[in-house]
Every structure is written in C-alpha cells, then in structure tokens.
C-alpha cells in the first residue's frame, strides 16, 4: 500500500517531468547550489520552486496540489500581486564572499505589491502582517506605520506585472528579528515533500544555525506559464542560503562535503519534483576547477551567466537513477587539491558598506561608502535609506561626495518623519563613475523617548535598518539570457531585460545606534518632583494674589518669634 | 543698523545706546566667526525644537525638495518665518544681530516713554494727596530713572543668554522683537501697531496671548478710560482692540494658509507648542516630566500644564489692574518659566526688564540668594549636559536636577519682585514706617 502511495506521485512526478505543459500541471523543481567562496567558506543555498498553474487573482482555486493552501488563500483574500519575505541571521560579506545571489537584510524584510483592486492597501497590509506573523512564527505583528514605506523607485515587481503605481507596494524591515528554528519548521513545511525526503531533508536546523549567514526566504510572483505567456501561474520560491565557516564548521579545512555541512547526505530526490538538481561552481575558467576535486564526478559540465558572466558548474541530476545506483546516498564533495590560491581575491564590481559617526548621545552622522570598481564603465544606483523618527535626519545635511567631488544625484525622494508615526525615506538615483568610492553621509538627532517606549535593555541601542542599495551592472560580456524554464533556478530570481547589464540588490549592514535614556527606576519622584516646583510657582503666585499686606496684631508670637528672639539677643539687636 | 539706533533715539542718551550696540554688535559678529558658535547653536539650552535654526535650514531645504515643511517633524516655525528667511537666508547673521539691536531699542524707547507716563502720573497723585505723608523715601525721582532705559538695553544686548541666542541664531530673538515692538506700541498708546503686534507674537508663538489683558487695560488708562462694566466707552474700547487684535490675527493665518495653501501648519505649529511631543531636553519643566509620564495620564498631565501658563492671567489682570506695565512684566516671566520649550533667550527678555523695578530692590528678600542660583544653574548646564551625553558618567537625572533648580530660582525671583512691587504699593498709601497703636515700630505681613 505505501510502495502504492509512493509510486503513484513519482509517476505523477515523472509524467509532468516532460516538456509538454498539461492543464492542471502544477509543478515543483528543487535544487541546491554549493559555491565555495575565496574565503575558505563555503555557501549553500537551496531553492525550491513551487509553480501553481492557475491564476490566483481571477479564479477561485480550491483545490492544491503542490502549492500550500495557506499561502494561496492568503493571496487571494488581500489581493496579493507579489510577496517577498525573507529572515536573515547574519550579514553577508560581500568583500571576502563576492557578490550573492540574492542578499537579504538581516533580520526580517517583507516586501508587498498588492493588486489594483485593493481599496485600503495599509488595511491590507497590516492585517497580512499580522497573518505571515503566525504563519512564519515571526514577530511580523511588530510591522506598523512607524517602520513600513512605500518607496518609489527601488523595488520594482519581480514577476509578470504592468502595475507601476507605487502606492500598493509597502516594504518593512524588522533588523532586531531574531532568526531561529521556529521560523525554519513552518518555511520547511510549506514544501510539497515536507522535509522527509529529497533535497530538503539536508536542512536540520542544528547545522544551520550553526553557520555564519542563515537567510531563508519566501517569493511569491506570478509568472509565465509557457513562453507565449498565454496564461498565469504562480511561482512560489523558497530560497535558503546558508554559509559555513572554514574555520567553526569545516576545522580549518577547505574540505567541503554534504555530510559535513549538513551531517547528512542525499538519499533519493523528492518524488513530487519535476528537477532536482545539485549544481557546484566551478568558477570563472577551468583554472579554478582545478582547485577542487569533486567527487563523485559529475556526468556533466553547464555553463550559466551568472553576474554578467558565464560560470562553469558540475551538475549532479537526481532524477537520473543511476546517480543513486552504486552506492544509495550521495555524498557531494569537495576536495582542496591545496596549491597556491590564486592571489589577491579581486575586489567585487560593487559594494558598499555602512557606519555611524561621531561621538556622544545627542547627535551623529550615518555614512554609507559605495564601491564601483568596474574599471571603465559608470552605472547609476537607487539608493533607499529607511530611518526610524527617532533619529531625526536632516536632509539638508547631506552630502554626497565622489573622488573629492559632490555628485548631485539625478533624482531625490524624500519623506521626512513623523513622531511616533513615519519613518525617513529617502531614495536617490546616484551615478557612479568607473572606478570610485562615493560616500553618502547625513546628519541626525537622537531624540529622547518616553520611558515606555524603549525596548527592554534599551543600552543595547537600537537598530537601524540596513540601506538598500539596487542596481545595474553593466556585464562583463555580452549575453543572451535563456528563458524562464530551462535554466537552473538561482540565474533566473531578477528578470532582466537584455543582456548587457544584471540586476542586484545589496544591503548594508544595520546599524546599531545608542539613544539618551531617562531613569526608567524614577517615574513617580520625577513626577512628584517637578509637581513640587509647579506647585512652588503656584503656591506663591496665590499667595500673592489672594492675600493682602495687613499691620501685625498686637498678639504676641508664638514658638518661631520666641526662637527669633533668642537668636537677635544672641547678635545683640532689640528683640521684636 | 547705527543710523537707524540714532534716528530712534534723539534724546541726550543717544550716544550710550550706540555704544552698547557697538558693543553687542562686535561682540555676536566675534562669536559668529568664531568655532564656538558651531558648537553654541547645537546646545539644547539655547534652541528648542520650535526655534533652532537648523530646523529653519531643513524647512527651507525641504520645499526645495517640494516637500512641505509640515509633512514631518522636523519643522515647527511658522509660514511667515520660512517666507521671511527664504528671502534672507544669506544675511541670516545680520539679521539676527538686527533683530536683537531692534529689540534693545525698542525696549530702550519703550522704558523711556513708561518713564515720563510713570513720572507724571506720581506729580499726580502728589498733588492729589494719593500717597502716604511717611513715603517720601519711595518716590522716584529723575535722576534715578535717567539711566534706566540704558540699564534695560544694556541688560538685552550683554546678557549672555541673548548673546548666545543671538549666535545660535535662535527665531527666538524674533519674537523678543516682536514682544519688545508690542510693548513699545503699547506704552505709546497706539492700538492699532500694539494689536499688530500682539497677533504676531500670538501667531508666532501661542502663549503671548495672556498680554492681551495687560495691553487692553494699558490703552484704557492711556485713554482715561475707567475699567467698569457700565461704561459703554470701556465697551467699545475692549471691542475695538479685540477685533483689531482678531483680525490681524485671522489675516496673517490666511496669508499663511496662502503661501502653503494647506492648513498643515496649524497642527505642526500650535498642536506641537501644546501638546509636547518632542522630548527633547531644555531648560523648562515639561521633557523630563512627560518622558517619566504614564502613558494614560499623560494627557491630563499636559492640560493641567498648559493650563498653568495661561491661568495665571486672570487673577494677575485683577490684582494688577492699576499697573498693566508691571502686569506684563509678570506674564511675559511666567510665560518663560513654564513654556513647554523654553530657551534662556526667552529668559533673557523678562531679565531684561529687571532694571525697571530697580526701585523695589529695597523690598527684594531673597535676590541674592536667587542670582547665585541662576548663575550657578547656568555654569551647571552645560557640564551635566556633558556629563550625561558625552562622558556617560551621569544620567538624566543630574540635568533635570539642575533644570528643577533653575526653574526654582526663577519663580522665587519673579515672586520676590510681585511681593515687593505689592508691599512698595502698600507702603507708599500707607507710609513706609508703619507704628503700631501703642506706637511702636509694627511689622507687616501678609493676611
């Protein structure tokens, strides 16, 4: 009965595995990226596809297959056009681990489009994050008017859309999130084999967070379903990227195996996958092959552009029996032939970096350094700072310096916040020349809150959440991108236009910011305290006013005349 | 600036006055170039969220950016102000020292005029029999109010708070201006520039509204006109300052409402002075108090300390009704004292006028004691400030501490001066030397 149950999705499975699209031909493709980076380390990251082919905006879908029910239905009660979500641990180091795939901030991010049809988007909006809060056991709920913005340029709907008005996308980052294993269980159930089998049973979440950068992720979009793009179908991808250090995790070694990374090893693919596939980078050249020896060697070579470039990657397909057949479980690894590395690590084309200047509680500078290191070639970037109002920005503060030289950015927005309500905005299309640094640097104010709005240990300081930085970089060759289906997963997360340039995000690191603080033990002496002294004005204001000046009776005083009296026979001046 | 000092001032004291402006002048145009006014016009004693000329910059640089000024809170001037420096951003500095020279003078001619009103009305009431036959010694005479007008531009223009006001390039020097016009206007018996006036302080900052009284009952005694509900001539007095006053006040909100064609302003300017949401530390009493505040008397609290500003009007218009002079004085102190986002350029006008009731010194019972007080406080300032903020050795507490005293000190001088104006006035009905019955000396309190 179980070898039944078993075989009828691998046939179902194997069936949509064809080229031929199918009315109801949901579909899910898995796949799992191992690049070691020049650092030592080694980066992981798993992406699983999830394609519903029916459209969720127009008709009613009850019945799912693949696609989880409870992020379908989610979809259609708030009108969903395009979800990202994604929880990171971690900051990736873009200059030791070169360019990634897909950054996310640390913390929680949450970008939305909703549909045209949406009346209230904040309604919306805040019901949706209250729903993902308890969906991803994230504190989503925490999202509210004073960290969510709606930018105007910077992020662009990443599927099949023609909405461009701005004012339905709503972006919020929660920097203080703590990413953990609760957020990993509900992520890991959304996926059609769950985490029994397939490639998704490497994901235990002791190894995982056991690792320098953790960042797991939901994209919701709707795309294509064949080339003609006669219909809809939505794409749910889930991306998990993972880097382990060389020297925590691999023992100083460059050494990489599943088993290490992973403590385990792939057993068979997921039954319910139309692909699933294990890709290894190979670098730029055979040049850098040649540092590795990767075993079991793989049946093929692909090559895919990747960052304006082709890179050369070992594919391992699981669907291919014969992958399993000799020895039931593979075990991909990675062996550093040792020989010299090759050099100095060439800086990445672009990154940036982020830090807080100046000294003291009442003021300070946040600076950001861009990197453009393409040797000839200038290209703009959309710059989205989102400060929180208790840091009080003062635009006219900044400046933006390249080479010694202000650069006047093309294109400025900016929302100035409201207490206790907005956040700052401000987004800047920004050119970099070849070859330089530009340094963004603006003033702040910290602002002293009321006690109750601090968070517990309020020393630690607050964060800030990171910049975002997107952009289009012109590519080293020139090249034609494949269409949607076909390619491995991680080339096809931006869709891009034509083949000159490719598109990339990158964020900052937060920033951790101390504010004043009151004494949070003395609430009633303040109060107690500057009562007195309104008290004191008051007191002797109606003194003043209600009393008049009268010539003293002829009655004697009482106890503080005698003590007076004393005292002036002591100085020897006629008593009263 | 000198021309204009010269012309306004004919009388023999003219060359003093152009001195001490020479010498304020020389001195804000030294401290302007110098590192120190960097650092003076980032000290939260100087500027308040309502008047730091950085948020007047950032305003002006917001609707560069086609961004209303009122859209964040960054920004809590009024229209008229980012119109007035949109023009003049250039020569903000000579503004600035403008402004606090106009303001001198302005006290200067002010005092002058009260001098010679204060000066006949006493032949008056001497010639009435008014006064007590012991109370001679209270009188005032010429040569000691000759150099009164001197003393209060004096005590403006080198007080080291309008200095550093002035440097810090506070808008608060803008409304001293403006009070000191008002004033001026007032003491000249002009209704219509006293009522422009008035409505421009109201609009530019709230609580001036509690010299309207003072102002009224000044015109009224001006006019000969007395204060009792049966005379029709009070009425249509009383009606016909109001209205000048509502109508200028009603125009400029208009003409603000024009230049921004929104009514943004109304919520940024008066609801922020009102309902304290900025927290920033000053001088004044409100941001510790309401950092410290639980969230659900909050509101109650900010009544009741608002209230406390403007309730002090009607029982001072009562019991000062024969001095509206003196009544201004008072509000103008209690309005600096407890303002939700005073300055010590605020402090430094009350203090200002402290020369004109130089004649009560004899009745002051704790000035001493009160002037180390607030020198003591304001040395204090800064060093708590920098002990909290910067060396992380202290905390809030220590400034606010100093704060509480300062307010302190404040309230017992302005105190000391009501009580010695009020004992001054029984004195002089009463003679200064007062016997008992039995013919010994008696001693005076209050009942």
Redesign the interface.
């Given at each position: 009965m179980a070898a039944v149950r078993l075989l009828i999705p691998v046939l179902l499975a194997l069936a949509g595995g064809d080229a031929t699209p199918r009315a109801h031909g949901d579909s899910f493709q898995e796949e799992l990226l191992l690049s070691p980076l020049r650092s030592g380390d080694i980066a992981a990251t798993f992406q699983f596809r999830t394609r519903l082919d029916s459209d969720l905006r127009q008709e009613r879908v009850s019945h799912y297959r693949l696609f989880p029910k409870v992020l379908g239905q989610v979809i259609s009660k708030y009108s969903i056009q395009e979800l990202h979500l994604s929880f990171t641990q971690g900051f990736w180091r873009t200059r030791s681990w070169g360019q990634p795939l897909l950054q996310a901030p640390a913390g929680a991010e949450l970008w939305v489009w909703f549909q045209e049809s949406v009346q209230d988007v904040d309604k919306n909006w805040k019901e949706l994050t209250n729903i993902l809060s308890g969906i991803f056991c994230a504190s989503l709920n925490f999202i509210d008017s004073t960290n969510t913005v709606t930018p105007t340029a910077s992020f662009k709907p990443l599927g099949l859309a023609n909405v461009t008005d701005h004012h339905l996308l709503r972006y919020a980052t929660l920097p203080r999130e703590i990413v953990c294993t609760e957020n990993l269980t509900p992520w890991k159930k959304l996926l059609p084999c769950g985490s029994k089998v397939g490639l998704a049973s490497l994901l235990e979440a002791e190894r995982l967070y056991h690792s320098s950068y953790h960042s797991q992720s939901v994209h919701i979009r709707p795309v294509c379903r064949d080339a003609g793009c006669s219909a809809v179908s939505w794409e749910l991808r889930q991306m998990l990227t993972v880097v382990f250090d060389m020297y925590t995790n691999g023992l100083g070694k460059r050494d990489w195996s599943l088993f290490k990374m992973f403590s385990r090893t792939v057993t068979e693919p997921c039954p319910l996958a139309t692909q699933s596939k294990i890709y290894v980078d190979s670098g730029y050249d055979k040049k850098e092959i040649d540092l590795f020896e990767v075993t079991p060697s793989s049946s093929q070579d692909v090559e895919v552009p990747v960052h304006g470039d082709e890179r050369v990657y070992a594919l391992y397909d699981l669907l291919e029996p014969e992958l399993f057949n000799t020895s039931r479980n593979l075990n991909v690894a990675l062996k550093w032939k040792g020989g010299s590395d090759s050099g100095q690590p060439h800086p990445p084309v672009f990154h940036a970096e982020r830090y807080v200047s100046g000294y003291g509680l009442q003021t300070g500078v946040i600076n950001t350094m861009i990197y453009n290191n393409h040797p000839y070639r200038a290209f703009p970037v959309m710059f989205l700072e989102t400060v929180p109002w208790y840091l009080r920005l003062y635009v006219h503060t900044l400046t933006i310096m390249t080479k010694g030289k202000e650069n006047k950015p093309s294109y400025i927005h900016y929302v100035p916040a409201k207490d206790r309500q907005l956040p700052h905005l401000l987004e800047m299309l920004i050119q970099l020349p070849p070859n330089s640094i530009t340094k963004i640097s603006i003033q702040f104010e910290r602002a002293l809150l009321k006690w109750t709005e601090y968070p517990p240990d309020p020393n630690h300081g607050f964060y800030i959440s990171p910049s975002v930085l997107s952009v289009l970089i012109p590519s080293v060759r020139n090249m034609k991108t494949d269409e949607l289906e076909g390619s491995p997963l991680f080339s096809t997360i931006f869709p891009s236009s034509d083949g000159s340039s490719y598109f990339m995000r990158l964020y900052t690191e937060p920033l951790l910011v101390n504010l004043p603080t009151p004494d949070f033990s003395m609430p009633y002496n303040v109060i107690c305290l500057t009562c007195t002294v309104v008290a004191v004005g008051y007191g002797s204001f109606y003194n003043l006013l209600t009393r008049t000046f009268q010539v003293e009776d002829n009655k004697k005083g009482g106890l503080a005349m005698k003590i007076a009296n004393i005292i002036r026979r002591l100085r020897g001046v006629a008593p009263l | 600036m000198l021309r204009a000092a010269r012309a306004a001032c004919s009388g023999n004291m003219a060359a003093p006055l152009v001195l001490v402006v020479l010498v304020a002048v020389t001195i804000r145009a030294i401290l302007f170039r110098s590192s120190l006014a960097a650092f003076i016009s980032?000290r939260?004693e100087v500027v308040s969220p309502l008047n730091s000329w950085?948020r007047v910059?950032?305003g002006?640089?917001?609707l560069d950016?086609d961004?209303s000024p009122y859209?964040?809170?960054?920004f809590h001037e009024t229209p008229l102000i980012i119109y007035l420096f949109h023009f003049l951003v250039d020569y903000s500095e000579i503004v600035f020292m403008i402004t606090d020279a106009l303001t001198a003078v302005a006290l200067y001619l002010a005092v002058q005029e009260y001098n010679k009103v204060l000066f006949k009305r006493q032949k008056l009431y001497l010639e009435l029999k008014k006064y007590a036959a012991g109370a001679h010694d209270l009188l005032r005479v010429p040569t000691e109010m000759h150099y009164i007008p001197l003393k209060v531009a004096i005590f403006y223009l080198l007080n080291p708070y309008t200095v550093l006001s002035c440097v810090a390039k506070s808008t608060c020097a803008i409304n001293n201006a403006i009070i000191a016009l008002f004033i001026l206007a007032t003491v000249k018996g002009s209704p219509l520039l006293s009522a422009v006036f008035l409505s421009l302080a109201t609009y530019q900052s709230l609580y001036p509204i509690t010299l309207f009284p003072a102002a009224l009952l000044y015109l009224l005694q001006k006019e000969f006109i007395p204060v009792k509900m049966s005379s029709p001539s009070f009425w249509i007095w009383t009606c016909q300052y109001s209205s000048l006053y509502l109508g200028c006040l009603t125009i400029l909100i208009c003409h603000s409402f024009f230049l921004l064609d929104s009514w943004d302003f109304i919520h940024s300017v008066y609801g922020f002075i009102l309902s304290v949401?900025?927290?920033?530390?000053n001088i004044g009493?409100f941001?510790?108090?309401?950092?410290?505040?639980?969230?659900h008397f909050?509101l109650f609290f900010v009544c009741v300390?608002q209230i406390?500003v403007f309730f002090?009007t009607v029982?001072?218009t009562i019991?000062l009704k024969e001095h509206p002079v003196f009544l201004m004085f008072m509000q103008i102190a209690i309005i600096s004292?407890?303002k939700s986002y005073p300055t010590v350029g605020d402090v430094a006008l009350y203090m200002a006028l402290l020369p004109m009731w130089s004649h009560l010194s004899r009745f002051l019972r704790n000035i001493f004691i009160v002037s180390c007080m607030l020198v003591v406080c304001s040395l204090l300032f800064p060093v708590l400030w920098h002990l909290?903020?910067?060396a992380g050795s202290a905390?809030?507490?220590f400034y606010?501490a100093i704060t509480?005293s300062f307010?302190?000190a404040q309230?017992?001088l302005v105190?000391d001066y009501?009580?010695a104006f009020?004992?001054r006035e029984?004195h002089l009905h009463h003679g200064l030397y007062?016997t008992?019955?039995?013919g010994t000396e008696?001693?005076?309190?209050?009942?």
């Open positions: - | 980032e939260v950085k910059v950032e002006m640089s917001l950016l961004v859209s964040g809170d960054v949401p900025d927290l920033t530390p009493l941001w510790y108090f309401f950092a410290e505040m639980f969230a909050s300390f406390n002090y029982p001072l019991k004292i407890f909290w903020i910067y905390n809030s507490n606010y509480l307010n302190v309230i017992l105190s009501f009580y009020l004992r029984y007062l008992k019955k039995d008696a001693t005076l309190i209050l009942k």
